[in-house]
């Protein structure tokens, strides 16, 4: 054999030019191209997690504005019930005080409110109820217990006619005591 041989015999015949050195370049480029990608997807990686940051710090500030905005109208809400509450409460007063006012105009009532601070129309003679104690007894009236008054027996207009009949044909012969409580006349002097 000869020593000159062409350009293409001499790569043929390399040790490393076989075939299997062309599969052996194929690897090595496939593992240069998947060492590639793996950084270009944690570059990918690394600017979604910096955007998601970002995002997070945003939708942070807006809840957070939000929330301000929110506790503002619950207070303005709920001051604003209070008021109307007030409100409502003074409308009643109002209708009441006019009511009152009503009252006042009309003369019955003026008269009644005068008795039942002790004044006495012209012409009229005041009386003073003296109780057990010598005591004036006071102007409100005082129910006894219904218990205590009379037998409990209701009489009908009948067994009063009868009784009144009865007591014409035949009078007591005996005569009541007079009260022991006095009435005592306060105008007449």
Do not use: C
Not at 2 to 16: A, L, N
Not at 100 to 128: H, M, N, S, T
């Amino acid at each position: 054999m000869s020593r000159s041989q062409g350009p293409d015999e001499r790569r043929r015949r390399r040790p490393g030019n076989g075939p299997g050195r062309s599969r052996r370049r194929q690897v090595q480029r496939e593992r240069v191209a998947a060492v590639a990608a793996v950084r270009a997807e944690e570059r990918r990686r690394s600017r979604l997690t910096g955007r998601a940051a970002i995002l997070v710090l945003v939708l942070a500030v807006l809840a957070v504005s939000f929330a301000s905005s929110l506790r503002a109208y619950l207070q303005q809400r709920n001051h604003i019930d209070e008021l109307e509450a007030t409100i409502a409460e003074r409308k009643a007063a109002i209708e009441e005080l006019e009511d009152e006012k009503k009252r006042w105009q009309d003369d019955a009532y003026v008269a009644q409110r005068a008795r039942e601070l002790g004044y006495v129309a012209v012409g009229d003679e005041p009386f003073i109820v003296i109780g057990e104690d010598g005591e004036p007894l006071g102007t409100a009236a005082e129910l006894s217990d219904p218990a205590s008054v009379g037998s409990g027996e209701e009489r009908t207009w009948i067994d009063d006619l009868w009784a009144s009949t009865r007591v014409a044909g035949n009078p007591p012969t005996k005569i009541p005591p007079p009260p022991s409580e006095h009435l005592t006349d306060t105008g007449a002097e």
